[in-house]
């Protein structure tokens, strides 16, 4: 990182502010990207702790809902997309419910 870009990232008084200091404006393609990519890594968390709640490893869930181990892992660790029926699917096999809301 460059003294300047440092610079302007400790002038920053929010983080909405370093967000568009490293990312860019919302809309750009790489603040785009960054924010898919948190949000696929807030909802690869979110199923790795649900799942460690519910007791089960990785392979019981994958047996309860009809799927492989591999795949349970690679969507904890943010390397797969997932399909909404899919996700449904999973978490209902952690006894939960998905809600979604549109912005």
Do not use: W
Given at each position: ?103
């Amino acid at each position: 990182m460059t003294d300047e870009k440092k610079k302007a990232i400790m002038s920053c008084t929010s983080f909405d502010e370093i967000l568009n200091e490293e990312y860019g404006a919302m809309g750009t393609p790489e603040r785009m990207k960054f924010e898919a990519d948190a949000e696929a890594f807030c909802l690869a968390e979110t199923l790795k702790e649900q799942r460690r709640l519910a007791g089960l490893t990785q392979q019981e869930l994958a047996d309860k809902i009809g799927t492989k181990k591999s795949y349970i892992s690679k969507l904890e660790n943010g390397h797969a997309d997932i399909q909404l029926s899919t996700l449904f699917r999973i978490f209902a096999g952690l006894g939960k419910r998905v809600s979604l809301t549109i912005l």
